[in-house]
């Protein structure tokens, strides 16, 4: 099976599709589940700093209790969770009452699904085919638990730090050396924007987790990706920035979660950092 995905591009980005829409529905589950299973710890360590017995509560994790519907408590079976075609055949509905499913579900399944089809593509079979399909769910969860809670949890963000580098002990995608100057450098590229910020507003411009997401794609792409990473981040930020501000009358003092485009460039490094840098710098030895 491994020397016929190796020995056929289109089957294994076909395969890689798949897995990815499989992924997609777990994913589903992390963006839902891990926040909560945050919460849930937080409490806990109040109530011991407190001196407290913490609360018993029902085992809740990313296995259990099975998935439900929230409205009815209707549990979800194995054929209304095959991704994108159960949502199709429930016409976007609960089957026990009726309630709408958010159409969230499906975009991740299906990002998840023609993201990891591309980069099996795109890099072929092989150890920087595999990464990053890895990096891709990781940003999509990361993207999409930001956008809900403005939360990158570390439980995610500090493995993949270290998996960047650990594939980078290869070459995979930069030299070690670089890889780890791009951690450090993406740390505290936005750890010196945040004290600078905070000591000119008194205001905290944004969250740690954003310091450990840059830390992780300079781990992974090296320190020389980081500007264009930035560049593209800040970019597409503002640009949504704005236009929520003006058509969706998004308050002005209502934070904006940086994650989501910071994931938005490091997807574009993944793909095609360098030779976006390369055009960047042959243009400016030609002017």
């Known amino acids: 099976m491994l020397l016929l995905l190796e ?6 980005a076909l395969f890689a599709g798949v897995i990815g829409l499989l992924v997609g529905s777990f994913l589903n589950v992390v963006i ?23 609360k018993s509560t029902p085992d809740y994790n990313l296995v259990v209790p099975r998935s439900a519907c929230p409205q009815c408590g209707h549990a979800i079976g194995a054929t209304e969770n095959i ?15 009726g309630t709408h499913i958010s159409l969230r579900y499906p975009l991740v399944e299906a990002f998840s699904g023609l993201l990891s089809a591309f980069a099996a593509w795109h890099f072929g079979f092989g150890v920087a085919g595999f990464a990053s399909i890895l990096f891709i769910w990781a940003l999509l ?9 403005q939360l990158l949890p570390d439980s995610i963000t500090l493995p993949l ?3 960047g580098l650990l594939f980078n002990l ?15 450098v993406g740390y505290l590229m936005l750890w010196s924007v945040y004290w600078l910020f905070k000591l000119v507003t008194g205001k905290e411009g944004m969250g740690y987790g954003d310091f450990k997401l840059l830390a992780a794609i300079g781990a992974w792409f090296g320190w020389t990706m980081l500007p264009l990473v930035i560049l593209l981040s800040s970019a597409v930020g ?22 989501p485009y910071l994931a938005g460039g490091g997807l574009i490094a993944l793909f095609w950092g360098n030779t976006l840098t390369q055009s960047y710098l042959q243009l400016l030895s030609s002017s």
């Open 238 to 259: 503002a640009l949504v920035g704005i236009s929520l501000i003006i058509f969706a009358k998004h308050g002005k003092n209502i934070p904006i979660p940086f994650g």
């Open 170 to 184: 290869n070459n995979a995608f930069t030299s070690l050396p670089n890889a780890v100057m791009g951690a450090v």
């Open 83 to 97: 991704p994108l075609i159960s949502y199709a055949i429930l016409r976007g509905k609960c089957k026990g009452c």
């Open 141 to 149: 969860a990361l993207t999409f638990i930001d956008f809900d809670t």
């Open 7 to 12: 020995s056929s591009p289109p089957l294994f």
């Open 161 to 163: 730090l270290w998996l």
């Open 32 to 54: 839902h589940r891990l926040p909560k299973m945050m919460e849930q710890e937080w409490h806990t360590q109040c109530a011991e700093l407190r001196g407290e017995t913490p």
